[in-house]
């Protein structure tokens, strides 16, 4: 399958297809493993003056290194087709079909379907009429999202789920483990107790374990980790599953083990307590703290906001970025309010206009 970076690369399968090309087409698809703009083309010829249409697969559009192509200074997919296509439909007076611009979405129509396509109310792009009832039918699905995002930031609702292991040494934060649910993390039933007696009532409670907690801790990972490797036998993967299930290496005292990358319990199980014991091992010779911390009343637009900070601006902006990010959502005192909270329980720091995350801010998003 060709891979399409440039337009020479782009050119070089229209070429290859021949006739006279009327429609390049740029559609999405998805699967586990990301999305995929895929380019198709439209030809023509004319066999003893009688007209024959053809559709061809061109290949896949891909982000080429070190490319002037860019998008809000960012490099992305559907940049690059944007670019090619245009030049494609100059160079070959070709129609350029590509339904979803600004990003993945498989959800509108191939060209030949185009009639069947309703515009989204939202952001006018060409989509076919979805059949759930749980969605809305007018809107292309990123715009459902989009105005349940709005609508949840409106509402200020709870965001309290999500938890972090952070391994702590003065300013220096290492993310470990992430878990939407605190009881999901390996190493809970043996801190539970401990972490319990240690919440307290604010908005966030930080829960530390200290060297002692955490060579106990280590103690009670060994215990179960060897009885998990007492019954460990090697993958065996039937010939037709081959192409889902791989296999991948680990040491853990001296031996090596190889274990299934999915659908095998004990060695997801083996895998983690090893990496639970390594986090244990490093916390302990290098002087970490664990740390949790337990959000007790952040809402959703809380964390948008620390998340805008932390992610989009890398940690530091201007309170006028923040302000115009929420422009479309909230009130400028909604998100005024919502910056003085976020100073009051120590995840961002104001100085004048500018606005820094906290570690303890880092710690929570
Ligand atoms: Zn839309």
């Known amino acids: 399958m060709a891979i399409i970076t440039t337009f020479e690369s782009l050119d070089q399968q229209i070429k290859k297809a021949g006739g006279k090309p009327v429609v390049l087409e740029a559609l999405w698809s ?12 439209y030809t023509v010829t004319y ?16 982000v080429p290194e070190g490319t ?25 007076g070709l129609t350029f079909y590509f339904p979803a611009k600004d990003g993945p979405d498989d959800e509108c129509p191939a060209w030949t379907e185009r009639h069947l396509g309703i515009l989204c109310q939202d952001c006018g792009k060409l989509i076919l009429p979805r059949k759930s009832p749980y969605i ?15 609508e949840s930031l409106r509402k200020a609702e709870p965001a309290d789920d999500g938890y972090n292991l952070c391994l702590l040494k003065g300013d220096e934060c290492l993310k470990m483990g992430y878990c939407t649910k605190f009881e999901a993390f390996t190493i809970a039933p043996f801190i539970r107790d401990k972490v319990q007696q240690r919440i307290t009532k604010e908005i966030v409670s930080i829960v530390a374990l200290d060297i002692a907690d ?28 081959k ?8 040491q853990y005292q001296g031996r090596e083990y190889e274990l299934m990358d999915r659908r095998n319990q004990v060695h997801a199980d083996i895998a983690s307590y090893i990496y639970n014991i390594e986090t244990a091992e490093k916390a302990i010779t290098e002087g970490y703290t664990y740390q949790f911390f337990f959000k007790q009343g952040i809402t959703s637009r809380d964390d948008s906001v620390l998340r805008f900070v932390h992610y989009v601006c890398k940690g530091e902006t201007i309170i006028f970025n923040i302000q ?41 998003v």
């Open 214 to 241: 955490i060579l106990v801790l280590k103690g009670q990972l060994e215990t179960v980790l060897d009885k998990l490797l007492l019954a460990y036998e090697k993958p065996y993967i039937e010939e037709r599953m």
């Open 30 to 41: 998805g699967d586990t493993n990301g999305w995929y703009l895929s380019c198709y083309l």
């Open 68 to 92: 002037e192509y860019f998008t809000n200074s960012k490099l992305t997919i559907e940049g690059v087709a944007e670019a090619l296509g245009n030049q494609a439909a100059q160079k070959y």
């Open 47 to 62: 066999p003893f003056f009688f007209r024959r249409e053809h559709h061809y697969f061109l290949g896949q559009v891909a």
């Open 243 to 250: 192409k889902f299930i791989g296999t991948y290496k680990v």
């Open 136 to 150: 809305p039918q007018e809107i292309c699905y990123p715009c459902h999202l989009k105005r349940e995002w709005d």
């Open 324 to 364: 115009q990010r929420y422009v479309h959502s909230l009130t400028a005192e909604e998100v005024s309010a919502t910056i003085g909270k976020l100073v009051q329980i120590g995840c961002l720091t104001v100085s004048g206009e500018r606005v820094s995350i906290t570690t303890l801010g880092n710690c929570i």
